[in-house]
């Protein structure tokens, strides 16, 4: 569905369900819960706690994406927690949401050349556990990755040879967007409306959701239980 065909589906949905005793949904307010309800659908999609969720993560697939980095920063980067640490960062405009796999590659032919290493999400404190766990640290199947100052921190003991960093994740969603024909805020950044410079009037953006069609008509749904639910809190 496009985003005006949501915006259709919105309103006959929430007029049959609110009835005529709830106000009405303007553009941007439904933008705002069509947006809402479509990242929620995501993380539980991701997190395996949408019914259904093995059949529907097909409908997040073009949020998925892969990076692979051959070489790691060397330049303002932050002080590592070991002398094995290396910097990687993922750039802004990629939108980094939730990262469901990585890995590294060795590539040092005197240890398992190409041999791909396991990659643990650490906090700082069970890093230094396991640091000071001699049966822990240096352990050749499992590298560590700490989240430091905006930064891709990865602790693998150098003396295992140098070694490509892989990174899939879910990048956030772009909004979904019912144009509006009136001046109103931007949601995440993104214009609603375009005024004519000359004219001084507003005219419509839209923007229509990313995920395939087949989690369109939940996403629909999803957006006008918030609403509903957002109406009789205001009103209790």
């Given at each position: 569905?496009t985003?005006?065909?949501?915006?259709?589906?919105?309103?006959i949905?929430?007029?049959n369900?609110?009835?005529?005793m709830a106000?009405?949904?303007?553009?941007?307010?439904?933008?705002v819960?069509?947006?809402?309800?479509?990242?929620?659908?995501?993380?539980?999609?991701y997190?395996g706690s949408?019914?259904g969720?093995?059949?529907?993560?097909e409908?997040i697939?073009p949020?998925?994406?892969?990076?692979?980095?051959?070489t790691p920063?060397?330049?303002?980067i932050?002080i590592?927690?070991?002398s094995?640490?290396?910097?990687?960062?993922?750039?802004?405009d990629?939108?980094?949401?939730?990262?469901?796999?990585?890995?590294?590659?060795l590539?040092?032919?005197?240890?398992?050349?190409?041999?791909?290493?396991?990659?643990?999400?650490?906090?700082?404190?069970?890093y230094h556990r396991?640091?000071?766990?001699?049966?822990r640290?240096?352990r050749?199947?499992?590298?560590?990755?700490?989240n430091t100052?905006?930064?891709i921190?990865?602790?693998?003991?150098?003396?295992?040879?140098?070694f490509?960093?892989?990174v899939?994740?879910?990048?956030r969603?772009n909004?979904?967007?019912?144009?509006a024909?009136y001046?109103?805020?931007?949601?995440e950044g993104?214009?609603?409306?375009?005024?004519d410079?000359?004219?001084g009037?507003?005219?419509?953006?839209?923007?229509?959701?990313?995920?395939l069609?087949?989690?369109?008509?939940?996403?629909?749904?999803?957006?006008?239980n918030?609403?509903?639910?957002?109406?009789?809190?205001?009103n209790?």
């Amino acid at each position: 569905m496009t985003s005006q065909e949501m915006s259709l589906e919105f309103d006959i949905l929430y007029n049959n369900i609110a009835s005529n005793m709830a106000p009405g949904i303007d553009a941007y307010e439904k933008s705002v819960f069509l947006t809402k309800a479509q990242e929620q659908i995501v993380t539980a999609i991701y997190d395996g706690s949408f019914e259904g969720s093995e059949k529907l993560r097909e409908c997040i697939s073009p949020l998925v994406k892969t990076v692979t980095f051959t070489t790691p920063l060397t330049n303002n980067i932050p002080i590592g927690v070991s002398s094995d640490s290396k910097f990687y960062k993922i750039d802004e405009d990629e939108h980094l949401w939730y990262i469901v796999y990585e890995s590294i590659s060795l590539t040092d032919e005197t240890c398992d050349s190409k041999k791909q290493v396991a990659v643990k999400p650490v906090k700082i404190d069970e890093y230094h556990r396991i640091r000071k766990n001699p049966f822990r640290k240096a352990r050749k199947h499992e590298a560590l990755r700490l989240n430091t100052e905006g930064f891709i921190e990865i602790v693998y003991p150098s003396s295992y040879g140098n070694f490509e960093y892989s990174v899939r994740f879910i990048r956030r969603p772009n909004p979904i967007l019912v144009g509006a024909d009136y001046e109103c805020p931007t949601i995440e950044g993104y214009n609603l409306s375009e005024q004519d410079p000359i004219t001084g009037i507003w005219t419509p953006v839209n923007m229509d959701c990313e995920l395939l069609d087949a989690i369109h008509r939940t996403i629909v749904e999803t957006a006008v239980n918030l609403a509903i639910a957002a109406y009789k809190s205001t009103n209790n």
